[in-house]
């Protein structure tokens, strides 16, 4: 549990430290800080060091968008953890929270365009690979909390 709790922890670290390094040392206009964002979901989930093999890339973008969009964040983990807590399903709640992203981005922030297109992009990269689940959810297979 502690191992899980540092993994997503360090990965969350990795999509801030991504973006802040683009906006630190790089540009930073929104058209850059949104591909930094991108950038280091797609990294998440294609690793060059472990045969492009990874994850679903939720915590990346969380931790992106702590940096690009912190308040609209928050809305969209109020409602990741109450569906967590009312179905007992995280990658149910990962999907909701990815659905909701861009709109809750734009109509909270009201951001550049391209940080909105990078929260609907990342959004719909995190439901894609969430595609196994999807079908599991369905079918009633999906395991729970």
């Known amino acids: 549990k502690l191992v899980g709790i540092g993994t997503l922890v360090l990965d969350i670290g990795k ?4 973006v802040w390094l683009m906006a630190q040392y790089g540009s930073a206009e929104p058209m850059w800080l949104a591909l930094a964002g991108l950038t ?5 989930a294609f690793p060059v060091f472990l045969k492009f093999q990874g994850g679903k890339a939720v915590a990346s973008f969380v931790g992106a968008f702590l940096y690009l969009a912190p308040v609209p964040l928050l809305a969209i983990t109020v409602v990741f953890v109450a569906t967590v807590w009312k179905t007992r399903y995280v990658s149910l709640g990962s999907i909701v929270g990815a659905a909701l992203a861009p ?5 909270i ?11 609907l992009v990342g959004g719909l990269f995190i439901i ?11 079918a009633g297979t999906e395991n729970k909390l």
Do not use: E, F, T
Not at 103 to 107: I, L
């Open 15 to 18: 999509g801030w430290v991504a």
């Open 40 to 44: 280091v979901i797609l990294g998440h």
């Open 103 to 107: 709109v809750a981005v734009w109509m």
């Open 109 to 119: 922030d009201h951001p550049s365009d391209w940080i909105v297109a990078a929260a």
């Open 128 to 138: 894609w690979r969430h595609r196994g689940n999807i079908v599991r959810l369905r």
